[in-house]
């Protein structure tokens, strides 16, 4: 495939005091974002409007993921004033909603889901009133872990399939698809709205994001996210397609007409991408019914 992005993957340099303000003082509290980790396109337009999605327990993962940027090895223990540092940050910014993501923590006995705890612990306590919406990794499937985090009732529990079962082998290797659509129904189970996400341009096919759609939704998953997949470096999975608006547009359609309360759908989306509007809208749509 001609490597050159088309015209609207092209995305405006911004450089601005508040990105600028708040990468300062990222590095200054030793906080990391998946937004810098992930060289997310998005990062410039988030940055300047204070929004960050936080990656907690560092930022080296224990999997290796042909679509991700986050480097791979073996990670240090979980920083316990590591929540302290999220709250205050979050207070700073005057966050409404915030996102809460981490690395993939294989070496932990729990998965790091007592982690995930006490951040949103922390959150409650110096933030009140703060939406909180946690991304999290699959923890090796475990309903223990995933019931600690279910206790500290996130408003959205969010964890992505990534792409659909046929390319699972190359591109996310160390995962399962039954098992994360598990954790979808589980969380599910527990109470909590569900969320995920898909990247697309991988080599799909259409009917078979629509076979994603359905099983999300024979999950419980009601909130999605599609986005194009970009290659963070030329060791990672080729992008096979760079998928054009219109049929971004087609998925967002088909998506709300089979079931989903909400979709955002367009090449720069990514599952953190404008979280707290697509949850206030949701929340809007909600109260009018
Ligand atoms: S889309 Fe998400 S990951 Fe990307 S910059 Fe925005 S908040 Fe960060």
Redesign the pocket.
Known sequence: MNDKRPVWLTKRLIVDERVTTLERDLAGLRLN???QE?C?P??G???SHG???FLIMGNICTRNCRFCAVKSGTPSAPDPQEPQRLAQEVERLGLRFV?ITSVTRDDLDDGGAGHFVSVISALRERCPGVGIEVLIPDFGGSESALVKVAGARPEILNHNVETIPRLYSSVRPQAEYRRSLQVLSQAGRMGLLTKSGLMVGLGETLEEVKEVMLDLLNAGCRLLTIGQYLMPSKLHHKVVEYVSPEIFDQYKDLALSMGFSAVASSPFV????M?DEFYSLLMAGKRSH
């Open positions: 974002t998946v937004c992930a997310c998005n990062q337009e988030c940055f929004v960050a999605t996102v990514r599952s953190s991408y979280a």
